[in-house]
């Protein structure tokens, strides 16, 4: 059974850029999630969508991110503009359900904003 | 709110031997799970053990065990027989009605 695939694995921009991460979900899993890593933190969740709804986005900062997931499926992030404090790892993943199932998770986009 | 608290940010373990990293939680929740991930330097989080809350035997996967005190708020993992592919970084995580949580990450070293 595939994993979670999440591109680019890297990304380098300067402030104020637009950046797009883009994450795949094992297939079947209804929800989805992305999570913000800072170096030396454990991660914390952006956006939870169950198919194609947004289930929950407190922590989203939506003056400058956004996500989409379109037929339910694939989904991708987007950061526009970029500020320093964005470098992080992105983290995708997904799960059958959200309430009981383990979440299983991509292998992340490394953000490096200059 | 729930939270979730690693207090050893460094352990090493010597290869072979047996480490216990901790993990206490707080929570007002009856029904809940607990998790320990491993995250390796290629940064993917990779799912070590689960534990649902309402079962009291602990859970096991092969070299791994946990030690879940559910009164004490407690949710250990040991690792027996360490090997070297063991050192990574370890989040304690917690899953109730609302979303996953995570501590703040033991960093596991392995020595030969």
């Known amino acids: 059974e595939a994993g979670v695939a999440q591109s680019p694995r890297y990304k380098i921009i300067e402030k104020r850029q637009s950046v797009a991460f883009w994450c795949n979900p094992i297939?079947?899993?209804?929800?989805l999630y992305w999570y913000q890593q800072i170096l030396g933190q454990g991660p914390k969740l952006l956006i939870q969508f169950q198919n194609n709804g947004v289930v929950d986005d407190s922590q989203l900062p939506k003056d400058r991110f956004s996500a989409e997931r379109l037929k339910g499926v694939d989904s991708t992030l987007k950061i526009q503009p970029a500020k320093l404090e964005d470098s992080a790892v992105y983290l995708c993943?997904?799960?059958?359900?959200?309430?009981?199932?383990?979440?299983?998770f991509g292998p992340g986009t490394r953000l490096t904003v200059l | 709110a729930q939270t979730v608290t690693q207090s050893q940010p460094e352990m090493s373990v010597q290869e072979a031997e047996t480490v216990t990293l901790s993990c206490t939680y707080d929570t007002s929740e009856s029904d809940y799970y607990l998790f320990w991930y491993k995250q390796p330097p290629s940064r993917q989080m990779i799912l070590v053990i689960r534990q649902e809350a309402y079962k009291q035997q602990n859970a096991t996967e092969n070299r791994f065990s946990v030690n879940f005190q559910k009164a004490a708020k407690s949710f250990s993992l040991k690792i027996s027989d360490s090997q070297l592919g063991d050192a990574a970084m370890y989040f304690c995580a917690y899953k109730g009605a609302d979303k996953l949580i995570f501590g703040t990450g033991t960093r596991l070293q392995v020595f030969p």
């Open positions: 993943a997904s799960s059958l359900d959200r309430r009981r199932d383990t979440q299983y």
């Open positions: 297939s079947g899993h209804a929800t």
